[in-house]
């Protein structure tokens, strides 16, 4: 294929997109369709999850918990909050694994109304921004909480028992996780 057989193929491409165009309710039947394919494999995902939500839990607060003072835990100060907060993140661990299958629906439902130069663009953006999300929990995680934690223990003034509760720890550790 020479240059201009090759300009011509991707005119006819952004042409063809141009004249393809499907009515609302279709676009909304395929939103659908997508919506639904991501709550499925979000579900199947948190299962396993949620089976194994405490241990999950210990590994994600263990940063705190190296650097609490002696004789100092985490607490749940609501009724319910030992259930709900390994539930809570169970549903936030299945979103998080199973992102790079969300942002493909999403790539899916967006991709047919694109032209060429604009997909070249997109799949490269998509890749580096999850590596990048998952890189940057990995940086919190292991580099960011531990510095953190131990400077919040170490300023506690005098008399003030460090016992903070596993909802508020998860809450204020999944904002951290996002902020990176």
Known sequence: MNQTE???????????VDQKELPLLEHLTELRSRILRSLGVTFVIFIPLYYFA?????WL???LVAVLPAGSSMIATQVASPFLTPFKL?????????????LHQVWMFISPGL??????????????STA???G??????????????????????????????????L??????FLAF
């Open 132 to 134: 990048l999300f998952y």
């Open 136 to 169: 940057g929990m990995l940086f919190a995680y292991y580099l960011v909480f531990p510095l953190v934690f131990g400077f919040f223990t170490q300023v506690a003034p005098d008399g003030v028992s460090i016992m903070t509760d596993i909802n508020q720890y």
């Open 90 to 102: 169970s549903i936030y661990s299945a979103i998080f694994i199973g992102i790079p299958y969300l």
């Open 115 to 128: 032209y060429r130069h604009e997909k070249r663009f997109a799949i490269p953006l998509l890749v580096s």
């Open 171 to 176: 809450d204020f550790v999944l904002k951290m």
């Open 61 to 63: 607060s263990a940063p």
């Open 6 to 16: 090759s300009e011509e193929h991707l005119v006819d491409e952004d042409t063809e």
């Open 54 to 58: 405490n241990e999950v839990y210990v």
